[in-house]
């Protein structure tokens, strides 16, 4: 792997592609800074060998084809800037003299942030002369946006062609793809993959890839109730996807032709309406009366899932058990998360990844006692699901 770890990038101009999609609250005011902390080791790596830095990224879904104040990335340059105890140049644009001259200009150890790359509707297009003109600021490209890695994108993908001797994964990329491949090609047994959220649509593609590694399937969420339909029983007003059945059914015959246990809720708690102040009961079995709908695992779920996460060595854990960002429907999650935290201070490998799944695991306070949290939502499916990532494919060529 062609990391930046053994490379001294003393004296040259780095282009760095970042993941600096955070989110903003109603003040405007960064309200996860995560992703930006997560860049800083590369930076720092670069700046320290006395390299300049500068960093392209994107931020949100800009649609007008140019300057959109909603999403500038202004307030991220000057939130680098404390981060990093010095001022990070920052441009309007991204092409043309002036930004050249900027670049040019940029003596070892500064960094300069290129404005919302997005604002450009080339960078989506991947197209190639756009990618050329960001790869003439630079004398070598970067990529450590693994949040984007799943993206052709111009910065991202199409970048990369123009750097044959002189394009490198950064050190958070470099973490992410060891991570994941331990955990898809050298991973001791029992594997262990918890599968939750709310949808089974959007997570066949890592349910078939898990039949063919996982020893323990166990699900959880709302998308176990298409299953419970396909094995006959009520579901009430719980989340159903009537036109996945038969996958629901293809997935269970596969998992039973590979030797794969797959695990269901055996209990639910249900409520009479999609709310925190909802009347709530719980329902020892599979069938969900109804005008009731499922919005979290049972006690005996719980026993059940610990006792195979807490015996298995290698753990991978996305989608939450049920609707956890109502309080009192986080038990089933909580409970998950310490199961791992535990059997990962017993030596198991975990790996956590999702974008509810992350909040989850951080409101559950277990989030630092887990062996890795991955950074990609959709990146890391995608990865999981044996598809090639065009970030990383462009680095690797
Ligand atoms: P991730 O982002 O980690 O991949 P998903 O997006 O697949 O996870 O799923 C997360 C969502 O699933 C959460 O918003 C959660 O409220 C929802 N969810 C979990 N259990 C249920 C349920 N029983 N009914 C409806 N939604 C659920
Ligand atoms: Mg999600």
């Known amino acids: 792997m062609k990391t930046i770890k053994d490379v001294n990038?003393?004296?040259k101009r780095v282009l760095v592609r970042v993941d600096f999609n955070v989110p903003f609250d109603k003040q405007g005011n960064i309200s996860d800074d995560t992703r930006i902390q997560e860049a800083l080791p590369t930076i720092n790596k670069l700046t320290g060998d006395?390299?300049?830095?500068i960093l392209m990224a994107h931020?949100?879904?800009?649609?007008?084809?140019g300057f959109e104040a909603e999403f500038s990335l202004k307030p991220v340059a000057e939130y680098l800037s404390k981060l990093l105890n010095q001022e990070v140049v920052f441009t309007q644009s991204l092409l043309g003299e002036e930004v050249k001259s900027l670049c040019q200009n940029l003596k070892e150890g500064q960094v300069m942030l290129l404005e919302n790359i997005r604002f450009y509707p080339e960078e989506t297009k991947g197209d190639k002369d756009f990618a050329k003109q960001l790869a003439d600021l630079g004398?070598?490209?970067?990529?450590?946006?693994?949040?984007?890695?799943?993206r052709e994108h111009a910065s991202t993908a199409t970048i990369a062609q123009y750097f044959p001797e002189n394009k490198y994964f950064g050190l958070l990329m470099q973490n992410e793809?060891?991570?994941l491949n331990r955990l898809m090609n050298n991973h001791e047994k029992p594997f262990t993959a918890v599968i939750g959220g709310s949808k089974i649509s959007s997570k066949i593609g890592i349910l078939e890839s898990l039949l063919n590694i996982a020893d323990n399937l166990v699900i959880g969420g709302g998308m176990r109730y298409t299953f419970y339909k396909a094995l006959g029983h009520t579901v009430g007003n719980s989340l159903c996807e009537d036109d996945k059945i038969d996958t629901a059914n293809s997935l269970m015959k596969k998992a039973q032709e590979?030797?794969?246990?797959?695990?269901?809720?055996?209990d639910s708690i249900v409520a009479d309406d999609f709310s925190e102040k909802a009347n709530t009961q719980y329902i020892p079995s599979m069938d969900i009366p109804e005008g009731w709908e499922g919005m979290d695992i049972g006690e005996k779920s719980v026993k059940t899932y610990t006792d195979v996460v807490l015996n298995s060595k290698t753990i991978l854990w996305n989608g939450p058990m049920g609707v956890f960002e109502m309080k009192r429907?986080?038990?089933?999650?909580?409970?998950?998360?310490?199961?791992?935290?535990?059997?990962?201070?017993?030596?198991?490998?975990s790996a956590i990844g999702g974008g509810d799944s992350v909040s989850a695991i951080k409101e559950s306070g277990y989030a630092d006692k887990v062996s890795y949290i991955s950074t990609g939502g959709g990146a890391m499916l995608e990865f999981l699901e044996g598809k090639t990532l065009p970030g990383i494919k462009a680095i690797e060529d």
């Not at 004398?139 to 949040?147: E, I, L, R």
Request: hydrophobic share 40%; net charge positive; no cysteine.
């Open 9 to 11: 990038f003393k004296g």
């Open 50 to 53: 006395g390299a300049s830095v």
């Open 59 to 65: 931020l949100g879904r800009p649609k007008k084809g």
């Open 139 to 150: 004398d070598a490209y970067v990529n450590d946006a693994f949040g984007a890695a799943h």
């Open 177 to 179: 793809v060891e991570n």
């Open 258 to 266: 590979k030797g794969v246990k797959l695990y269901l809720p055996e």
């Open 329 to 349: 429907f986080a038990d089933g999650t909580n409970a998950i998360a310490k199961a791992v935290a535990e059997a990962t201070q017993k030596g198991a490998f």
